[in-house]
């Protein structure tokens, strides 16, 4: 009997320690169904060192043409009286030239001014006498004023402080200001040498250095009336400006041929035309004239092969394009600005597409 009750007293022991075992595995597994709280930390991500930023120059432009440069330009703009009688042409060194006008002189012959500031060029020319409304230009451009020849009013005019003048008559031929080339006859062919200009200048007093406010340029959209061709007439003398797209410039002819650099046919190419009319007077036998520069009136600007109609005004001495009394920017670029007379002026202009 005693080993019966004592197997039954071992059975019951078991059976407790499975049961508890049991109770314990499934305590353990509550435990581990019940999350336990965390605390929630931000990773904080170490910010980079700030680079410096680069300043940048601000952009110094030709302030005849509003192209960039490499740096302010200092020297003073020089005028120079270019020949345009058909024996001259082509000339040297109109490619050079920031601006260029064109106006009547005796006859139907123009003469050009070319004014020379962004680009040095060795030489120019052919260079030919001075007239009142062209030294008056090359003044109110605060330019030295280069020309061969003058009637004595006209150099006295000069002399007197209209203009501050180098006259090819006293530097003829001298190698230094002036020279005198083979290939072609006088008076077609003294050409202005331009390390001469600012050595004879000093040797006048006159200042060589000069800083110029720059005119106005706009790179945005142009608007107006297509104008791939646009011809007119002094006279007999016949100008034409054609439109090449590929370039966005309008190239030049002087009575059918083509406006070129003598040295090796580079040709003209041109950002703006400014063509305006205005009063033409003849004043004595020989044809002189005298032409307002200064009142304003009717022109045509043409650019990027449109035209518009607009007025020009005298501001601040410089030739602007005008629309209801404000300035239209040109686009950056050289500049012609042909002077017409009132008739048949700028209704005699014939534009094409």
């Not at 170490?46 to 952009?59: A, D, G, N, R």
């Not at 003058?150 to 031929?173: H, Q, R, S, V, W």
Request: hydrophobic residues 40%.
């Amino acid at each position: 009997m005693k080993w019966k009750v004592l197997i039954v007293i071992m059975l019951s022991i078991l059976l407790f320690a499975c049961s508890n075992k049991e109770g314990d595995a499934s305590d353990a597994e509550e435990k581990e169904a019940v999350p336990i709280p965390v605390e929630e930390t931000i990773e904080e991500i170490p910010l980079k060192p700030q680079e410096p930023v680069e300043k940048t120059e601000p952009e110094i432009v030709a302030p005849l043409t509003g192209l960039e440069v490499d740096e302010e330009l200092t020297n003073r703009i020089v005028a120079v009286m270019v020949n345009n009688f058909s024996a001259a042409r082509p000339q040297t060194s109109l490619s050079k030239a920031d601006i260029v006008f064109e106006i009547l002189a005796e006859g139907n012959i123009t003469r050009f001014m070319a004014l020379f500031h962004s680009e040095i060029p060795e030489r120019v020319g052919p260079v030919r006498s001075a007239r009142p409304y062209y030294f008056n230009l090359a003044d109110d451009y605060g330019a030295m004023y280069v020309y061969h020849g003058a009637i004595y009013f006209i150099e006295d005019m000069i002399k007197a402080g209209a203009a501050d003048g180098l006259n090819g008559m006293y530097y003829d031929n001298d190698k230094v200001l002036f020279e005198r080339s083979t290939d072609r006859v006088a008076p077609h062919n003294s050409y202005a040498i331009f390390d001469g200009v600012f050595q004879r200048a000093e040797e006048n007093g006159y200042e060589i250095e000069s800083t110029y406010e720059p005119m106005l340029f706009s790179n945005e959209e142009v608007t107006g009336d297509p104008a791939d061709d646009v011809q007119f007439s002094y006279g007999n003398y016949t100008v034409r400006y054609v439109y090449e797209e590929n370039a966005q410039q309008y190239i030049r002819y002087s009575d059918g041929e083509q406006t070129v650099e003598y040295a090796d046919s580079t040709p003209i190419e041109i950002s703006n035309v400014l063509i305006l009319e205005t009063d033409h007077k003849v004043v004595d036998e020989v044809g002189r004239r005298e032409i307002d520069m200064e009142s304003g009136g009717n022109a045509l600007l043409l650019q990027k092969g449109k035209v518009q109609h607009v007025q020009w005004e005298q501001i601040d001495g410089r030739i602007i394009p005008t629309v209801n009394g404000e300035p239209v920017p040109f686009v950056p670029g050289k500049t012609w600005i042909n002077v017409i007379p009132m008739s048949p002026g700028i209704e005699g202009i014939a534009i094409t597409n």
